[in-house]
DNA sequence: AATGGCCCCAACCGCCGTTTC
DNA sequence: AGAAACGGCGGTTGGGGCCAT
């Protein structure tokens, strides 16, 4: 039975009209009940393969263009941080699948770091602290300077801001602290901020970078964990550069 | 022009946790 | 409560395209 039932299943790349069909499907039916779209649809593919072709190709808020600078940077840190945790990571990258980083990471990352670099990784992610910061403070302020006076900020990044701030103002002094002397953050800081209004971060792996012993409250957790993930930013320019 | 190697990425597989009945 | 169905995830594969030889 099961086995004549796979017997008629199509496999292997999709065809136009697979496509439309699947499109025409999902906007009727939702992006659920895959097994049963895909018989209501008369589509001759398993239900899981239309929920990969939908959620990795066909889903029109995926981004097609080439890795930015910007998400090639999140991808090695939360790797650098997470490991093989695709899916996770994609949460953090608007648009881009788990597929998508984990073939990037293979094609971009995974050699040059299997080859020789790995121990500069280690180095770089773990021995640099006390001057990674204090780069990270001077840059920040640079940064501030520097957008504050050309007005460069762009409109996500000023919308992104005040959704930061009016989310957090309750729930984290630190960055009430910034906004009561006209302090700006960066993208990337304001990528990390939205992650942290996003949802409860996943507090165990904000722990792994945290002192657990300091009762020190969530708040002061979370802005711990941006100006980690700033600090090392600030120096990943240089560091992809030597690979 | 032929070919072999490499890169890129869509698609599949198998496992496992969650949801539904 | 338990079985079946469903959905998500990470690992792997296969094929097309490009490039150097």
Redesign the pocket.
């Known amino acids: 039975m099961d086995c004549k039932k796979e017997e008629t299943l ?5 065809l136009e009209e697979e496509d439309e069909r699947l499109v025409k499907f999902v906007t009727l039916m939702g992006e ?5 779209l895909a018989r209501v649809s008369g589509l001759k593919r398993s ?3 239309c ?3 939908w ?3 066909l889903n029109p808020g995926l981004k097609r263009e ?1 890795m930015s600078q910007e998400e090639e940077i999140i991808i090695f840190q939360l790797h650098a941080l997470w490991g ?5 990571i994609a949460r953090r990258l608007p648009g881009r699948t ?3 980083i ?3 990471w ?3 990352f995974r ?1 040059k770091v299997e080859a020789q670099n790995y121990d500069k990784i280690i180095d770089w992610r773990g021995n640099k602290g006390k001057e990674l910061l204090c780069k990270y403070k001077e840059t920040d302020i640079m940064w501030t300077r520097t957008t504050t006076q050309e007005h460069a900020l762009d409109e996500t990044v000023k919308e992104s801001k005040q959704r930061n701030m009016e989310s957090d103002k309750e729930t984290n002094g630190v960055i009430c602290e910034k906004e009561r002397f006209g302090v700006m953050n960066s993208p990337f800081e304001n990528r990390i901020l939205d992650w942290i209004s996003e949802s409860s971060i996943d507090q165990s792996d904000a722990n792994l970078l945290e002192d657990h012993s300091s009762s020190s409250s969530d708040n002061n957790v979370n802005i711990n964990v941006g100006s980690w993930w700033f600090q090392e930013t600030m120096d990943f320019e240089e560091f992809s550069c030597s690979l």
């Open positions: 199509r496999r292997g790349p999709w659920r009940r895959w097994d049963s239900g899981k393969s929920r990969l072709r959620m990795n190709y080439p093989n945790k695709w899916s996770k788990d597929n998508q984990k073939n990037y293979r094609t971009h050699k």
